[in-house]
């Protein structure tokens, strides 16, 4: 029954915009396909950023460091900021009690989230890390909401040892893996977004 309504709808709008001249008849049109369109919706969506590594190295030799840094972008939307870290530096803890923390310049994570201009000015990360033995898989929930808006330092400094023994039990590889995740309300257009896909809610401001 609701379906023969809206089609008798459809036809009368039809008929309507026939007898009707020029613009009147596409106004009736476009409005009535307004009513019909899907309102959009609004969801939190996460953009995630980080690295993930394993070592490999040569000899004695500790691996060259690893070094990365991105700039995030916080505007007012921003609701949520998550940090997860691992570490894995095998045989650490037993090397560290015969030959001391010497191997702490060899192997190594450090990692550092800098609010807008702070670095530069001298003053402390907003949130920081340093592991130099096995470090489990943490969640940092950090922030109440309100974030300083503005380009924000996301760095790591990383080195390690990564050796393939020809007796597999000898074998060993550091690593570590870091993602910072954000959180911000996203909408959902059905005539335009595909499934999935959504426009932050900052960028149609």
Known sequence: MRGRTKALTVLAVLLTSTLTSGCL???????????W???PSTFPKEETFGWDHTFESSGIEAAEPYQREELITFDESVTELVINFRAQ????????????????????VEVRLWEPGVK????NPYWEVRATQDYPQTVFALGNGTFMQGN??????ARGYGITAPIEQLSFHDSFDVYLTITRPCVRFSEVHDTGECTFLSDLE
């Open 89 to 108: 530096f095998p045989w650490s803890s037993q090397i560290e009690d015969i030959v001391g923390n010497e191997t702490n310049e060899l192997r190594y």
């Open 120 to 123: 530069e000015t001298g003053g």
């Open 25 to 35: 008849g596409l106004a009736a049109q476009r409005e009535t396909m307004e009513s």
């Open 152 to 157: 924000w330092l996301f760095e790591i400094e």
């Open 37 to 39: 369109r899907e309102l």
